[in-house]
């Protein structure tokens, strides 16, 4: 190029001097330019023609090059590293022109050569020229990924993103192949061609999610992890809902069961109770539940929050925009080390940590509408009421002249609402159009590698369906996190206040049984307070009380409780491979309540004195939670071993008073002082408890290659809640398991990815019950006095003797993945037997009390769960997916005590009309038992029952009670579809349950047990018996006599439900930064909004269900 340029500036030396013409004098001076290039490439062309003789034996080409050179004079230009693979040429030419003979050495190499006059430049190809390519590495919602990994394919050549997931890496060749890869997503090759500059979204993997089992005291590798866990993302859960926690997992996991109550339906201030793979724990032989008046429920899992323990409401109120990560751990293997606590399965939640890099502010928000479902109500309108009135015969019925006039009247006059076209739809009076909510959350993180920070701050306002019911939940929390060498420090504040109101409409059920001829309101629009009045002598009541008329009044009915929490931990990196962990919370809980209802409320139309009534509580709990783990874990040649060991210690002191004062005239006078004062022989109730529990755990795992491994956790705990003599319990687990997949015959198998056999036992522990059980108790007594001495008289019979509530689990699993993963899931198979349960015990009356606890108790549980998950169709832009999971469990009574015998036999003496939970040894708690029925008598219209011998007759006894079938159903859980496509996001899921069985309430209530002079499901009127040898369902409507437990009203409970539906996007980000954000994603939810049952009953009888519907933002800036 040199000498060209030299050739072009003589040409233009010989041009002649330039004119006024400059286009000529351009166009002539090109053509100069032109001509000379053309002789220099021909003159160039001539000396690469040169003709040479080379004989050469196995010579590298360095040789070649010196050769050519002596007998050429060409020099030759290039680099040593090129050409210094190329050996072993053998040249046998004669009269070979200096291109040929350059051809032939370097021909299958990728080096080329070019000549430029005398010299000759041997270099590399451009398909292999290193380049540089520069991109960036996001998630499937546009974030970045720090620390992925990048690879080019074939070579070692590595990579990895920095803290805005940008990346260079020096490349060659022309299509050159890079694997992009991060923990929990799906790893991505990318065929960079051309390209120097990529981005790269990186999907969520679901099972690769799992690599880790995150265990509280610290964490797994899953691949050599022989127990039944589960984990679940931030990013799973807000593609199911943004409602609350609880019902999020409840459709994502098959074992995590919120348990129907069909009373109180979707009440936002409702905390639902939650089971694990079922029941292991006995009520007491009151019928309820020992800890519903402690904390809850006695099969309620151990919930952890960031390490520490926390109640089921805080859980229920937790944002779930915080959740980083979620696990459920289910088995004894998993669960052994938190001991005493584990029979009910642990979950542990994980929030999010601050993200260290610039000041960063995210925003979530969103708006809810809620629509209450009527669907499963009908009831009769006006003039259909007022006929099955007639058919009950309210209107006769007696010879005196007097009475019947006074029939004609009462029925004349609801006659005339209904012709007046009175037909009030009572149902929809309390309840709201739409119930609007608000959530909104604003976290402020940043800081570098060593310092980082965090402020959230929560708002969130549930409003119900019914008018005047909302949850509002403030809350703020500071997180600091600080690394210093091979110390970390973390830090978090928090802070929540929850207040929830309660509708003063009272129950809906009250609205369900108002006759539509009633009308709310008087001939001025207000609000009657007494809607009715009959002098019909077959009625119970001669005055209808208007339940709207409760809201018209000055009432309160509101708990709020204030939660402070510190958290404070310490990590110890001491050796690369030993760390130790330290941490300790205290936490302060403030609860109140208040209801209110003046003199005015319904509740006192029938009382005469002490009208109008003030209930105050207030419930103080302070605790207390640390740990300290040692971790060690070290890996050499094909083995793998890890050690942890511990000890935690937690403590509360709870303490609770109430009060209820009477007497207040006027709806203004809404503070207890202002009251008359107690009832008689009242006062103030209250109760003070502590309880505390120290732990020693450890847990070893050790594998061999990956492929056989085995694991053990052994755990002591101490508690105050049990006797003196039994006051430690030791629990442990052993397991073992199989890599399969790692066997040589499946190495790099496209069909088998994973295949995990686990099998694990062990012995877990419950103490989810009133602290003093074991404790002979004494409550003084004011007005037994002697002197200056107080009386005291004993108000529970103690046990010293009192020991654990003992679980054994056993699990067998198998964890799989195949067609290079697109097909995965997991199955497990369980037994779980509890003994040791605390029950009743009978005592002589004589003693001064009915019973006192012993562990007697036995039960058992076994059953299945699955999960399965299939990728129809996966390329750049579509990820197809669609998944099922399934669980069947059964459970069975093995040993019960006196006092569950009584039970039963106070049961029956209490002629209750809904089947009661019977307990009879070999029998499921779960078993209906009913009385078994025969049908409606065609002829007479009564009810014909098979007794325990087999024989019939018309009268219903207790002593015929029979274990007719179960609620336990043959396979419930949930499936649904995920679709993903160039920023979409479609997520469907679905609950099913089918095979069991329930009793029909409804039928019982609204059908045939019912007052006629109530509103009444359509049924008690069009499928009663009416007319003599036509078949019916249900008895003849003028049969006034109580329906008592029958096989009549067993109904198969299959159900559907589409639980959630959810359509998001997520905008491109060079789009989303042309505002100054990072990233802007929209959500829409739906969620509850369909279902189908084989079951026609009334659900949310107190508070109606409700359909879920949400759009939602979030924003990053």
């Known amino acids: 190029m040199h000498n060209q340029d030299l050739r072009e500036k003589s040409i233009r030396g010989v041009l002649p001097p330039p004119t006024n013409n400059r286009l000529f004098s351009k166009s002539l001076k090109r053509c100069f330019v032109a001509a000379g290039c053309c002789l220099f490439s021909i003159s160039v062309w001539a000396q690469s023609d040169q003709r040479i003789t080379l004989n050469l034996q196995k010579a590298s080409l360095e040789q070649v090059i010196w050769e050519i050179q002596k007998k050429t004079g060409f020099t030759f230009m290039y680099g040593s590293n090129d050409i210094q693979a190329v050996n072993n040429i053998t040249l046998n030419e004669k009269d070979k022109s200096i291109r040929e003979i350059l051809d032939k050495c370097l021909k299958g190499t990728n080096l080329t050569y070019e000549i430029s006059g005398k010299e000759i430049i041997i270099k590399q190809t451009d398909a292999n020229k290193k380049r540089t390519i520069k991109g960036v590495v996001v998630d499937k919602d546009g974030m970045p990924l720090p620390g992925a990994s990048v690879r080019l394919k074939g070579t070692d050549t590595v990579s990895g993103t920095n803290l805005d997931g940008e990346f260079q890496i020096a490349v060659s060749g022309n299509a050159p192949t890079l694997v992009f890869s991060f923990i929990g997503t799906e790893t991505q090759e990318v065929a960079v061609g051309k ?31 022989t127990g039944a866990a589960v984990n679940y993302s931030g990013e799973e859960l807000a593609a199911i809902s943004n409602k609350n926690v609880l019902s999020t997992l409840s459709s994502l996991d098959p074992s995590f069961k919120l348990v129907d109550n069909l009373s109180l339906g979707s009440n936002p201030n409702a905390v639902p109770n939650v089971q694990v793979r079922g029941m292991n724990s006995l009520p007491d032989a009151s019928g309820s539940n020992l800890s519903e008046t402690y904390k809850g429920s006695a099969n309620l899992p151990t919930f952890i929050l960031d390490g520490f323990e926390v109640d089921v409401e805080k859980v229920y109120d937790l944002d779930p925009n915080r959740i980083q990560n979620i696990s459920i751990l289910k088995d004894a293997s998993a669960t052994a080390i938190y001991g005493s606590r584990a029979a009910n399965g642990v979950v542990i939640i994980d929030t999010k940590a601050p993200a260290f890099g610039k000041l960063q502010l995210n925003y979530y928000g969103s708006v809810s509408a809620e629509v209450a479902d009527l669907s499963d109500y009908h009831l009769l309108n006006a003039s259909e009421k007022l006929r099955y009135e007639q058919l009950a015969g309210l209107y006769s019925g007696s010879n005196a002249t007097y009475v019947e006039e006074m029939y004609r009247q009462d029925y004349n006059d609801r006659l005339k609402l209904v012709q007046r076209g009175v037909d009030t739809d009572w149902l929809a009076l309390p309840l709201k159009s739409t119930g609007i909510s608000n959530q909104h959350s604003i976290q402020l993180e940043g800081g570098n590698e060593n310092f980082r920070y965090g402020v959230d701050l929560t708002y969130n306002m549930t409003d119900g369906v019914m008018k005047g019911s909302d949850r509002t939940k403030l809350g703020t929390s500071i997180k600091l996190q600080y690394n210093y060498k091979n110390l970390r420090f973390r830090n978090e504040i928090t802070y929540d206040k929850v207040t929830s109101n309660n509708s003063p409409y009272g129950s809906f059920s009250q609205y369900a049984l108002m006759n539509p001829y009633y009308y709310p309101y008087d001939e001025n629009g207000q609000v009657k307070q007494i809607v009715f009045e009959s002098s019909n002598a077959n009625s119970s009541q001669t005055a209808v009380s208007n339940p709207l008329y409760n809201a018209t009044l000055n009432t309160k009915d509101q708990t709020t409780y204030d939660d402070f929490v510190d958290n404070f931990s310490v990590e110890w990196n001491i050796l690369p491979n030993l760390k130790f962990k330290g941490q300790f919370s205290i936490e302060r809980i403030n609860r109140y309540s208040d209801i209110f209802k003046p003199a005015d409320h319904t509740d006192f139309v029938n009382q005469e004195e002490n009208k109008g009534s003030y209930q105050k509580g207030n419930t103080v709990s302070e605790s207390y939670d640390g740990s300290a783990v040692l971790s060690y874990f070290n890996y050499w040649k094909k083995h793998a071993l890890s050690v942890n060991a511990g000890w935690n210690i937690t403590s509360e002191d709870e303490d609770y008073s109430s009060y209820t004062i009477y007497g207040f005239p006027n709806q203004q006078l809404d503070h207890p002082s202002l009251g008359a004062g107690f009832l008689e022989d009242a006062g103030v109730e209250g109760d003070a408890t502590i309880s505390r529990l120290m732990g020693f755990f450890a847990n070893v795992n050790y594998s061999y290659d990956d492929r056989y491994f085995v694991d053990g956790s052994i755990r002591l705990d101490g508690s105050s809640q049990f006797g003196s003599e039994q006051r430690w319990g030791t629990f442990w687990s052993a397991g073992l398991g199989w890599n399969i997949h790692n066997e040589q015959v499946f190495k790099d198998s496209p069909i088998v990815n994973q295949l995990r056999l686990r099998a694990s036992t062990g012995f877990t522990g419950g103490q989810n019950f009133y602290p003093y059980q074991a404790l002979m108790m004494y409550q003084y007594n004011t007005n037994l006095s002697y002197q200056d001495y107080i009386g005291a008289v004993i108000k529970a019979f103690g046990n010293s003797n009192l020991k654990w509530q003992r679980t054994q689990k056993h699990n067998l699993g198998v964890d799989f993945a195949f067609f290079n993963n697109r097909l995965s899931g997991y199955f497990n198979y369980f037994i779980e037997n509890s003994k040791d349960l605390l029950v009743d015990v009978d005592m002589m009356s004589y003693l001064g009390f009915d019973s006192y606890k012993e562990n007697l108790g036995e039960t058992q549980n076994k059953g299945y769960e699955f999960n399965v998950r299939w990728s129809i169709f996966q390329n750049k832009d579509w990820h197809v997916n669609v998944f099922a999971n399934g669980q069947h469990y059964t459970n069975k009574l093995k040993k019960i005590s006196s006092g569950l015998s009584s039970y039963n036999q106070q049961a029956d003496a209490e002629e209750s009309t809904a089947p009661y939970v019977r307990y009879a040894e070999g029998a499921s708690i779960n078993t209906i038992w009913v009385v078994q029925s025969a049908g409606i008598d065609p002829a007479t219209g009564n009810e014909v029952f098979i007794k325990r011998d087999g024989t019939y007759t018309n009268e219903w006894s207790e002593q015929d009670y029979v274990p007719y079938a179960s609620t336990d159903p043959k396979l419930s859980g949930n499936f649904g579809l995920n679709i993903y496509w160039k920023g979409w996001e479609l997520n469907t899921n679905f609950f099913y349950r089918f095979g069991g069985y329930a009793y029909n ?36 409507i003028s049969d006034q006599s109580v329906t008592r437990p029958t096989s009549r009203f067993v109904e198969k409970d299959n159900f559907l439900s589409a639980t959630s539906l959810s359509l998001a996007y997520t905008f491109d980000r060079d789009w989303v930064k042309s505002f100054g954000a990072q990233y802007l994603k929209l959500t829409f939810y739906a969620n509850d909004f369909l279902q189908a049952s084989t079951m026609r009953q009334e659900r949310g009888t107190d508070y109606p269900y409700a359909r879920h519907f949400s759009i939602a933002a979030q924003v990053t800036f």
Do not use: M
């Not at 880790?212 to 691949?223: A, C």
């Not at 047990?1009 to 036509?1030: C, E, H, I, K, M």
């Open 1001 to 1036: 309430q409804t039928l019982v209530d609204k059908v045939e047990n019912v007052d006629p002079f109530n509103n009444v499901d359509s049924r008690a009127l069009y499928d009663r018996w009416q007319t003599p040898g036509v078949p019916a369902v249900f008895k003849r």
């Open 195 to 225: 390209q120097n500059e990529l981005k790269i979204t990186l999907l969520e993997n679901v099972r690769a999610l799992d690599d880790v089992v995150v265990t509280g005291y610290y964490t797994q590798r899953k691949q050599t992890f």
